[in-house]
């Protein structure tokens, strides 16, 4: 169970184009869902917590208008990296969250999103 | 702001050896604290998630303790295996506060 997909699994795009990454949950609901980016050979860093029916909440230094997050259902969030730039080649990363108890308030994630720009 | 450090940055060991790989944090108010594997190109998998209130958590092979008060956690693998290769990333949860921030992570092979 806790199984959460992305696509697509990779994407090459010119400059100035729009790229769209989905993240769904599996086979459970997730209320919130989490939106990273990794830079080659370095950690994680959160980009924006995405809750279902209301707007997302970026970190500092994180563009709202050119990555623009949508979460319409409980199962689905969508990322849309607007014009992108060869600076926005990275590995993006969803995961959503499960809070069963406070025991098993956890994150799964995603296999990631290889995004290339040209 | 929560940092968080692992020490080694990188590691090779013979297979069949226990390893221990190490973690650090700055803010000990945390909620939890979750390590995930990550191989190469790919995504994270939860490896354990061990609460605030708990020193020790286990599964298989694997074991995590949590010093909270004084900031760190360790990795225990034991009866290293080819399969372990990867990179491991501790993540402390904040208390109240699902947001999750990685270490840069370990990045572990065994050699055959």
């Known amino acids: 169970g806790a199984v959460v997909s992305q696509h697509p699994s990779w994407v090459i795009c010119k400059s100035g184009t729009s790229v769209k990454i989905e993240c769904r949950s599996l086979?459970?609901?997730?209320?919130?869902m989490f939106w990273y980016r990794q830079f080659p050979k370095q950690s994680l860093m959160l980009m924006a917590t995405?809750?279902?029916?209301?707007?997302?909440?970026?970190e500092q230094g994180v563009e709202k208008d050119k990555f623009l997050i949508n979460h319409a259902s409980l199962t689905l969030s969508t990322l849309t990296v607007t014009s992108a730039h060869p600076e926005d080649s990275s590995f993006y990363i969803c995961?959503?969250?499960?809070?069963?108890?406070?025991?098993?308030?956890?994150?799964?994630f995603g296999p990631g999103t290889r995004l290339t720009v040209l | 702001k929560q940092e968080v450090t692992q020490i080694p940055a990188a590691l090779s060991v013979p297979e069949g050896e226990n390893l221990v790989l190490n973690c650090s944090f700055t803010d000990s108010a945390i909620y939890n604290l979750q390590w995930f594997r990550q191989d190469p190109g790919k995504g994270l998998t939860s490896l354990l998630l061990?609460?605030?209130?708990?020193r020790e958590q286990t599964s298989g092979r694997l074991n995590a303790s949590l010093d909270k008060s004084s900031g760190r956690s360790t990795l225990y693998i034991a009866a290293s295996q080819p399969g372990d290769s990867a990179t491991y990333l501790c993540a402390p949860n904040p208390f109240g506060n699902e947001k999750l921030t990685f270490g840069t992570g370990t990045r572990l092979t065994i050699i055959p």
């Open positions: 995961s959503a969250r499960v809070y069963q108890g406070v025991s098993t308030d956890t994150q799964y």
């Open positions: 086979d459970f609901q997730a209320t919130t």
């Open positions: 061990i609460q605030s209130s708990q």
């Open positions: 995405s809750n279902e029916g209301s707007k997302a909440t970026y």
